[in-house]
RNA sequence: GGCCAGGUAGCCAAGUGGUAAGGCAGAGGUCUGCAAAACCUCUACACGGGGGUUCGAUUCCCCCCCUGGCCUCCA
């Protein structure tokens, strides 16, 4: 089955071919660096890191391309604000936001440009603009001229006329139209800027990505990418310088990630209804807001709740409960195990890869996932002999890597995952970790002597601050973040 | 107002022209001193409303209602 991509401007699926196979050049908006970056910038990055991976995974090698805007109104506002260069505010806040990335276990793209490294490559295009007419400058600053670009407003679906009519953009003067936008700002007092043929000032937002996007990648990108919210104006816009100046289609498939909901409304910084990546990366696992952005198809709304990060987590908890399970589980006395078991695993890859051809589906692959606990811990209530067990342990491990390749999920040596649990949990808690072993002595001595009161009574302490105690076959005690 | 998404069981969430994955919650069981945790099993007359097309629609078309988004910076 091929790969089949919703494309925003056909707003239908189709089937992805790449310009130039196996090559596929991929550009996805980045961050205006002027702030810490919220969930819904998580969900982004996250979003357009699987689709990067899993192109990778079917074999082609993938330019992938995030930008980052490093000069903008915002930008400069934050600076003044705080008395610092702008360029130190930008650097700053792409700092904090590589960091981030990390965090969320995404790769770093191939390219990660600023856009103040790419002046003159902006330059250069308006000045191809204005030669043909499509744009003009008027007093410093340049304007393109949108109805000089027949097709404007076929990616938003939207027709001048309309756009006209719900216009509330300030009306300047300079202007020749309503509905023209900046490719270039005149100076003012106190800002950044840059010589260039119109006079000293700096770029307008979307060149930006028409410069990069072509000085790396060329004037036609097999995949645009970014949030719902750049479709109109800011893709419109890039589309529109770009074909203006190269007369070459830009782009062959748009898409477009839906939004994070905080509180049923949309996660944004100006309204101020937004939670950091990082003020959640504090309270969760990255895996499990990993595993929570990919819950829901890329395109769908996402509500963001802590009954639903508890669930991501709980999700996340289990598969590797399971993974755990399978890797320390010895042998029984013989057998297969049930043949579902096997069936599920080695269906698995071709369920895995139809999911993630149908435009991505994520939220399918998981449920595919916990249908193979499911068969993994029945398996194991079997009792498999010592060589049936091997097998499919390797089984398993084959199947899952694909998980871990694509989503970054369930990768982790799951000892590795709880412990990181534990300590988190400490890191959180007000016990150390040996007084919780201290606590766990105190109830094995309570319950050899029959002293059940006092055992519960230390059990429930613990779980109180949010520590679960198993009691293991052996007899033995250990402890978990709940 | 225009345009665009979406409305699936208690909650979250896939999907399909022929009566619908998965997770959480719930019930029962195994285990346990009892619990918890873990695992297994089960459960739910779930497809916003009204028309239409069809042998048959939740899935296609039309209308309506509701929610969210875009039309200004925004992932």
Redesign the pocket.
């Known amino acids: 089955m091929p790969l089949r991509i919703y494309n ?1 401007k056909s ?1 239908n699926k189709e089937d992805f071919q790449p310009l130039n196979p196996p090559r596929v050049a991929m550009y ?5 660096a002027y702030d810490y ?9 996250v979003v357009f890191d699987v689709i990067y991976r899993y192109l990778k995974f079917k074999g082609y090698e993938v330019r992938y391309v995030r930008n980052f ?1 490093d000069i ?3 930008i400069i506002r934050r600076a003044q604000e705080r008395g610092q260069d702008w360029k130190q505010v930008a650097e700053f806040f792409i700092q904090a936001f590589l960091e981030d990335m990390r965090a969320l276990g995404n790769l770093p793209p191939g390219d990660e440009p600023r856009a103040t490294e790419f002046i003159a490559e902006m330059q250069a295009i308006i000045a191809k603009l204005v030669e043909k007419g499509i744009a003009y400058p008027a007093k410093g600053d340049v304007f393109y001229s949108v109805r000089k670009f027949p097709t404007y407003g076929e990616l ?4 001048l ?3 006209e ?6 009306v300047q003067e300079a202007k020749k139209d ?2 023209d ?1 900046a490719l270039w700002k005149a100076a003012k007092p106190g800002e950044p800027e840059w010589a260039s043929p119109w006079g000293q000032g700096r770029p307008g ?2 060149i930006e990505c028409s410069a990069m996007s072509t000085k790396l990648l060329g004037p036609s990108l097999d995949i645009h ?10 893709h419109e ?1 890039e589309r529109a310088q770009s074909e203006g100046a190269y007369d070459k289609p830009f782009v062959k498939y748009w898409l ?7 509180n ?8 101020g209804n ?1 939670l950091t990546i990082r003020d959640v990366l504090v309270q969760y696992p990255h895996e499990a807001i990993r595993y929570f952005l990919l ?9 963001f ?1 802590e ?2 990060m ?3 987590l ?2 996340v ?3 590797y ?2 993974l755990q ?1 399978l890797e320390e589980c010895g042998p029984g006395r013989d057998g297969a195990g049930p043949e579902s078991a096997w069936s599920s695993v080695e269906d698995f890859p071709a369920a895995f890869e139809d ?1 993630m051809d ?2 991505f ?1 994520s ?9 193979l ?6 398996f ?2 079997a009792g498999p002999s010592a060589s049936h067990l091997e097998k499919y342990r390797a089984e398993v491990k084959n199947a899952l890597a694909r998980v871990g390749a694509c989503l970054g999920l369930f990768a982790q040596p799951p000892q590795a995952y709880f412990e990181a649990r534990r300590r988190f949990t400490l890191s959180q808690g007000a016990l150390s970790e040996a007084e919780i072993l201290q606590k766990i002595a105190e ?1 094995k001595e ?2 050899r002597n ?1 002293d ?2 006092m ?2 009574r230390i ?1 429930d302490e613990l ?1 109180a601050q949010g520590i ?4 293991k ?1 052996d007899g033995t ?1 250990t402890w ?1 973040a ?1």
Not at 156 to 159: D, E, H, L, R, T
Request: charged content about 30%; aromatic content about 6%.
């Open positions: 925003t707003r996805v908006c980045g961050i205006t970056c919220h969930l819904g910038h998580a969900r982004a990055s805007t903008d109104d915002k938003a679906q939207k027709n006329e309309e756009l009519a719900g216009a509330r953009v300030e309503p509905l936008f937002w979307h990418g970014g949030g719902r919210d750049l479709i109109f104006p800011h816009n477009h990630n839906g939004f994070v909901n905080l049923a409304d949309k996660m944004s910084k100006s309204t937004f819950s829901a198809h890329y395109r769908s709304p996402l509500d709740n009954g639903n508890k669930e991501a709980a999700a908890d289990r598969v409960q399971t399970r999911a149908d435009d589906n939220a399918q692959v998981l449920g595919v996932c916990f249908e606990v499911r068969e993994i811990n029945k194991l209530d109830r309570a319950r029959k059940f009161k055992s519960d059990r779980a679960l105690l198993e009691d076959p005690t978990k709940k």
